[in-house]
Structures are given as C-alpha cells and as structure tokens.
C-alpha cells in the first residue's frame, strides 16, 4: 500500500524543534524522572498499537523510529542517536504508539513514564518546554504523513465521513482511501475478505479491522478512551471539553487538583467548529477553534488530567455509597460510573437543525454544522449554500468562499450587521463569489438516496431553487441539558442550567441549585456567548471550587 510520504521539507525545517539533542547536563536533570534500561540488537522499544512505557531518551546507542503498513512495507521516520528522545504526544497521556522503535545496535536509554514525564515538564519550566514543542510538532508530521488508523470507502460516504471527522477532531492521524480510485483499497478489500457493501471498515495500527464502527468503539479500539476507574474520586469531573471545560481542566489541575473531563463527542466544543477566530485576544492574526482548542486540550494533558472523550454523561447523582458528605456520582451512556467531589456542567449546546421535513435524510452525507477541510475537500469548485447570521457562519462562509464556486449565504434578518462582528461583514462584502441574501428562509431540499440535489428557500415571497449538493447550517444551538432531566439541577425556561442569583440571592455566581455542582459556558443561563467569557469562567469556577474541598477536607469523618 501507498502511504503518504513524510513532509520532509517540514521535518529539515523545524528539526531542531522536532528532534532536539539534550545536553549531559540536561540529561542529569531528567535522570531523576526515569529509570536505566537497556536493549540488545533489534529489540522493539516500542510496538504500534502498544502501550509504551512513555519517553526514552537515548544514552548510548542508535534507535530507529518506522512505521509499516497492512501490506508490510516499511519507511524509516528518524533515527534518534545519543541525547535524543523517543516520544509524542502518545506517551505524554500512556496511550499505544502510531510507530515502531528498535534498538540498531546495543541501547542504553532512560525510560520516563508518562506520570512522571508530565511531572518533568511541569518541574524543568525550560527544557520542559523544548519538549512539549518537540512532542507536538511530531504529532503534526504523523497527521501530515497519514500514519495510524486506515479508514476504507467512498469519500462522501456518510460514515466515512463521520469517522474522518470524529479522528480529526480527536487530534489523532490516520488515512482514507477509497477503493473506487486507490488500488491499495481494493487490495486490502479483497485481502480482509470485505465486500462493497460492508464499507466503510477501519484498520487500526493494532491490527483489529472494524467494521462501520461508532465512534467510541473505534476510541476504545485505539486506545483513546480506556475504562473508568470506579474506586477513584476526583476532586473536579467536568462534563464538556469545549473552551470553558478545558480552562476549567487546565486551571484545576495545573493547581494541583485531580480532574476528570468527559465529553459525548470530542473535545472543542462548538469553538472547534470556528475555521477561524480573529478576536480571540492575543492572536492577532487569527486561529482556527480547532488549533485552538488543541491547544488547550495538549496543556490539560499536561497538567495530567483524566479524558474520557467520547463519554456521554447520562445522569447525575448523590453518592449514597460514598463516606463523603459531599459526593457525586456520574453514570454514563455506557453503564460506567465516575464519582467526584465537585461537578462542573460545561456542556455547552446542540446545533439546531432546520424545520424541513426531510432533512435527516441528507444529514450524513449533504447537510453540515461545522466546516472543516474534510467538508472543504467536497467542496471544491462547487455551489454550496450556507444559512446562518452569526460569527461561526461569517468565518464559515469565509473560510468555504475560498475553495468553492459560489457560495449563498441566506440569512433571516434584514442585514449582518445585527449578529456578526463588523470586520466578518466587511470580509464577506469584498468576496466577490460570496452572496448574501438576506429575509432567506429554506422551504425544501430535493435529492434521493441521501445524495442532495437542489436547496428551495423563499425570498420577498418568491420561491428560489439552486443546485447544490451541500448544506452548512450556523443557525444557532440550543443547550445541551437533556441529561441533566430528573437530577434536581434548577434550568431556566429556555433549559439553560441557573446559576448564583438566578437560583437564590446568597449562591455562588456559577453554583447551580445542587450545591457542589456548578454551570458554565453556553450552557449557563445568562452567560456571554464568546470563546473568551467561556475560559474566564473556567477560571473562576475553580477559585470557587477549592473552598468547598478545604471546607470537605476539615469536616470530620469525611473521605479525603
């Protein structure tokens, strides 16, 4: 099998940051992390699709990272020599490896489990950076070169389209090949005894073949997501892992505290689905939600907090078998449960779907919430139509102008201005295949098999009909509280969770009516709806957090 090959002019550019040499005196400090180990001729340091025993530095000796395909062709990525590490972000959080070290020669190295490589890199502030860097710009070279998991079938195929989505979002490389024009697919296809209409399958590093797999069985099957720990209590679980779940992560766990996020999807919440914020404070130029957020998901993995992403939290409940006076237990969709002191709701919102009768139809295939470059990609030198009147819409719109053919961007109102920064409206006016209709409404989709064929809307009474294969919709979200029916937790008349006053006049501003459970985010009633407002109430939440626990931790008899 063809596999794309490694960005090699990336790799020479940034090698010093991607493959730095530590120095002995660098070495002495990491020593007290690691422990001695050596290896003979050929020795496997690492497997793909095991779990590895985290970061190796090497102290004398050759190791030679590679990966290898279903077929077994082999390509060598780097050969790391004396004070150079092994290692990327699959080691920081114990997670299997995407390639394969072995020893060329005799090795002596040091071995950093992940515990306590996350305690290096908090301790050593300056070389701990130098390797954050190196085990990030390595994990961005394994995307760009499609290492890990092979995903099987038709481009617009629905589910490959989700599972291509679900693996982006995740952070984590992979391939797709379809076998209607790579040979490759078709060989492995007739190799794994598959046919046509089984598709799409999924072939993981480990060797497993999935067949149409949801989400968190091809999590499970890549070592994303592992069981939960039912004896443990964490100080913080939080429900969300968009932009006010991490902060709350990274806030919390940077000051020493034992956090859980879970999330029913992946982490970034809506903010991941922003192709591009340019008045996030301190990003001048831009960045996308999805750099962001990862980001932000890489420093909570950092400060050693616990994902379990995707877990959908499915009730909310008073410990009763907890010694604790203070403990809540979280049971999930899959019939796990997590227990903490604190729960934080960031569970942010749902995106609305049209009032259209067939649209579920064209939902897998055609009808899109967010824009990403796999919807990028089936958009090329095509008419799409977006409808939507806020930022995400604006920096969708954008973001789809520059690789379709025309772009119609329906709105309900009278103009943008009304929900959409000046500078979005500015952008989109000097788009010259960029149209914005406004007073819009969408009647009707037509198409057949899921396969969209035209898009209907009304406009000043007249009906519009444009051949289009593909809808985006920013139409808004509503919260996502479905969970949370039946576990005593106050919502507003629109289902947003009430906080501080809005519950009772002496609560704690983000403190819900459960006390030790608290709401922020979107999902909070009242709250600003910004990427910004999200993270700065992460922040104060977790100031309003540790006097619960001190307060817990002084009470006699309680379980700390």
Not at 57 to 83: F, K, M, Q, W
Request: glycine share 10%; aromatic share 6%; proline share 4%.
């Amino acid at each position: 099998m063809t596999t794309r090959p490694l960005d090699r002019a990336f790799m020479e550019a940034r090698r010093e940051q991607m493959f730095p040499t530590l120095q002995a005196a660098e070495i002495d400090r990491v020593r007290r992390f690691g422990e001695l180990r050596s290896y003979r001729a050929g020795d496997a340091l690492v497997k793909i699709g095991e779990t590895g025993h985290g970061q190796i530095v090497i102290l004398a000796g050759e190791v030679v990272v590679s990966r290898h395909n279903e077929l077994g062709d082999r390509d060598v990525i780097v050969t790391h020599g004396p004070g150079e590490f092994f290692g990327e972000l699959s080691q920081l959080s114990g997670r299997p490896a995407l390639v394969d070290a072995h020893a060329q020669g005799a090795v002596d190295a040091l071995i950093i489990p992940p515990q306590k490589l996350r305690a290096l890199l908090v301790a050593e502030a300056d070389l701990g950076e130098r390797i954050m860097r190196a085990l990030i710009l390595r994990r961005v070279g394994l995307i760009q070169a499609e290492v890990g998991p092979v995903v099987i079938g038709e481009s617009d195929n629905g589910d490959v389209l989700r599972l291509e989505n679900f693996l982006r979002r995740a952070g984590h490389p992979h391939q797709r090949l379809d076998p209607d024009v790579d040979e490759e697919a078709r060989a492995l296809l007739q190799r794994f005894h598959v046919e046509r209409d089984e598709l799409p399958i999924v072939l993981c590093p480990g060797g497993q073949l999935l067949r149409n797999p949801a989400e968190s069985q091809l999590a499970r099957c890549l070592g994303l997501v592992g069981p939960l720990d039912p004896a443990k209590v964490y100080d913080v679980a939080i429900v969300g892992a968009g932009p006010a779940g991490l902060a709350t992560a990274v806030y919390a766990a940077s000051e020493g505290l034992s956090v859980l996020v879970l999330d029913c999807r992946s982490f970034g919440g809506q903010a991941g689905a922003s192709a591009r914020i340019e008045n996030y404070l301190g990003f001048p130029t831009g960045i996308s939600g999805m750099a962001l957020m990862a980001r932000a998901y890489n420093q909570a993995q950092k400060f050693g907090v616990e994902m379990a992403i995707p877990a959908e939290a499915a009730t909310l409940r008073s410990d009763d078998a907890g010694t604790d006076a203070r403990q809540f237990l979280l049971r999930l969709n899959n019939n796990e449960a997590a227990r903490a002191r604190t729960v934080v709701i960031a569970s942010g919102a749902r995106y609305r779907r049209l009032d259209v009768k067939n649209l579920e139809e064209f939902e897998s295939t055609s009808v899109h919430y967010w824009a990403s470059p796999l919807e990028e990609r089936l958009c090329i030198a095509q008419e799409v139509v977006l409808v939507g009147g806020g930022n995400s819409a604006g920096q969708a719109a954008v973001y789809l102008a520059s690789r379709a053919r025309k772009v119609w961007l329906l709105v309900r109102g009278s103009s943008l201005a009304a929900g959409m920064s000046r500078y979005l409206v500015d952008r989109i006016t000097g788009l010259p295949n960029l149209e914005v209709v406004t007073r819009a409404e969408v009647t009707r989709l037509e198409g057949h098999d899921g396969v969209l064929e035209a898009v209907h809307w009304r406009q000043a009474g007249e009906e519009v009909r444009r051949p289009v294969r593909h809808l985006f919709l920013f139409i808004g979200a509503d919260p996502n509280t479905d969970w949370l029916f039946g576990c005593d937790v106050a919502l507003d008349d629109k289902r947003f969770v009430r906080t501080g006053a809005n519950v009772a006049v002496s609560s704690r501003a983000l403190e819900t009516s459960r006390p030790g459970v608290f709401a922020i985010g979107d999902v909070r009633s009242g709250s600003v709806k910004r990427v910004a407002a999200a993270v700065g109430e992460g922040a104060q939440v977790v100031a309003m957090i540790h006097p619960l626990l001190a307060a817990a931790r002084d009470t006699p008899g309680a379980n700390t």
